[in-house]
T-cell receptor, first 116, second 111 residues
Framework: EPEVTQTPSHQVTQMGQEVILRCVPI?????FYWYRQILGQKVEFLVS????????KSEIFDDQFSVERPDGSNFTLKIRSTKLEDSAMYFCASREGLGGYNSPLHFGNGTRLTVT | LAKTTQPISMDSYEGQEVNITCSHNNIATNDYITWYQQFPSQGPRFIIQ???TKVTNEVASLFIPADRKSSTLSLPRVSLSDTAVYYC????????????FGTGTRLKVLA
């Protein structure tokens, strides 16, 4: 069964550094998402992406965050200057979104970001 | 956006049937109901989705009453490996709809 893959599985960085989290969505999917989950808390929506542009973003997704689909297969989340509070699991998700069928989200297994 | 309410936690014993109910009073006409399972340090995993009445797959059943203001996920004969957090989401049929996760139900299966 096709799956969403994320790399790296764990990233440790120092406060103020830039990080790029990478995702390869399922190949025929059209809609892409990033979520995050702080340890012990619920899964929070960050951003959705379709047709090479951001469709919607949450208040968490401020100017320090950006997303890109550089080559038609990868989907990246960049944090320009990391803060301690950015420490979390970051999940990439994709969905097919064809026609009227409410295709479900398929999630990767996440990147654990630790900011020190 | 339709808000969902679920019990925070449930305990069950191996071999029992578990029913987790989700309330979504302001569900929109086009919204589907989707359930996800999440194990620690893993991404949410799709379990089942439905619009009305009953849906069954190899792992679960989903019961949706006629008014669609609630839904019940039924897990038959749970095992220890079903210990996880279960999330109910409601969402529309198209577009980039941002699926909002609630706090979920933490199911603990005991031996």
């Amino acid at each position: 069964e096709p799956e969403v893959t994320q790399t790296p599985s764990h990233q440790v960085t120092q406060m103020g550094q830039e990080v790029i989290l990478r995702c390869v969505p399922i190949s025929n999917h059209l809609y892409f998402y990033w979520y995050r989950q702080i340890l012990g808390q619920k899964v929070e929506f960050l951003v959705s992406f379709y047709n090479n542009e951001i469709s919607e973003k949450s208040e968490i997704f401020d100017d320090q965050f950006s997303v890109e689909r550089p080559d038609g297969s990868n989907f990246t989340l960049k944090i320009r200057s990391t803060k301690l509070e950015d420490s979390a699991m970051y999940f990439c998700a994709s969905r097919e979104g064809l026609g009227g069928y409410n295709s479900p989200l398929h999630f990767g297994n996440g990147t654990r970001l630790t900011v020190t | 956006l339709a808000k969902t309410t679920q019990p925070i936690s449930m305990d069950s014993y191996e071999g029992q049937e578990v029913n987790i109910t989700c309330s979504h009073n302001n569900i929109a006409t086009n919204d589907y109901i989707t359930w996800y399972q999440q194990f620690p340090s893993q991404g949410p995993r799709f379990i089942i989705q439905g619009y009305k009445t009953k849906v069954t797959n190899e792992v679960a059943s989903l019961f949706i009453p006629a008014d669609r203001k609630s839904s019940t996920l039924s897990l038959p004969r749970v095992s220890l490996s079903d210990t996880a957090v279960y999330y109910c989401l409601v969402g529309g049929t198209s577009g980039t709809y941002k699926y909002i996760f609630g706090t979920g139900t933490r199911l603990k299966v005991l031996a």
